[in-house]
């Protein structure tokens, strides 16, 4: 089965821009999604389709795709940004699974 | 507005049965893809289900054989029926619904009910 690797944590600074890695192998040609998740609250989709934004997204998150990395990039950190956040994939050769990755807790500093 | 309540959640001994609800507000399920993810205590996010609008059904290898997804239109709620449960099934248990662009990805959420197994 596919899989999605990512860093357990990224710190960053208020201010500063923080960007979060997912690996796979060939992940450039999949569609990767991304989500925010709060302490005690449901994920939010802050990405998909590799860089589209969902209405209500700040601009400050982006995403690209290429290779075996897909990066989640959030400009101008705010202490609100402070989450984990999970890339997603949908395998289709493989039973229609969905693919998460293990969470990457983003901690400003 | 697009809502997504569970309810079901609860403690069962190992072995047990339980079945999750999560009724729809705001779109109709039938038409979407909508997926059951879980996530135990302090770990990441692990998909369990889905259920197509033309109503196949796909599982996590660590489900096959003993969960069910489902649906019931005239409620407009999604199911899972969870049978031999295994301790280490325990999560809050979230349905989701596919945003319908083609590949899945989830726009809703819903607050998620907590599934405790032990005895």
Redesign the interface.
């Known amino acids: 089965?596919y899989v999605l690797t990512q860093p357990p944590s990224v710190s960053v600074a208020p201010g500063k821009t923080a960007r979060i890695t997912c690996g796979g192998n060939n992940i450039g040609s999949k569609?990767v999604?991304w989500?925010q998740?709060k302490p005690g609250q449901?994920?939010?989709?802050v990405i998909?389709?590799d860089s589209d934004r969902?209405s209500g997204i700040p601009e400050r998150f982006s995403g690209s795709n290429s290779g075996n990395t897909a990066t989640l990039t959030i400009s101008r950190v705010e202490a609100g940004d402070e989450a984990?956040y999970?890339c997603?994939v949908?395998d289709?050769s493989s039973?229609?699974?969905?693919?998460?990755?293990?969470?990457t807790k983003r901690t400003v500093l | 507005e697009v809502q997504l309540v569970e309810s079901g959640g609860g403690l069962v001994q190992p072995g047990g049965s339980l079945r999750l609800s999560c009724a729809a507000s705001g779109f109709t399920v039938s038409s979407n893809y909508m997926?059951w993810?879980r996530q135990a205590p302090g770990k990441?996010?692990?998909?369990v289900s889905?259920i197509y609008s033309g109503g196949s059904t796909?599982y996590?290898?660590s489900v096959k054989g003993r969960f069910t997804i489902s649906r019931d239109n005239s409620k407009n709620t999604l199911y899972l029926q969870m049978n031999s449960l295994r301790a280490e099934d325990t999560a809050v248990y979230?349905c989701a619904r596919d945003?319908g662009?083609g590949?899945?990805?989830?726009?809703y959420?819903?607050?998620?009910t907590l599934v405790t197994v032990s005895s």
């Open positions: 089965s569609s999604h989500y998740q449901a994920p939010v989709l998909y389709y969902p984990d999970y997603q949908w289709s039973d229609h699974h969905v693919v998460f990755g293990g969470g | 997926s993810v990441g996010l692990e998909w889905v796909y996590a290898d979230y945003q662009f590949e899945l990805n989830f726009d959420w819903g607050q998620g």
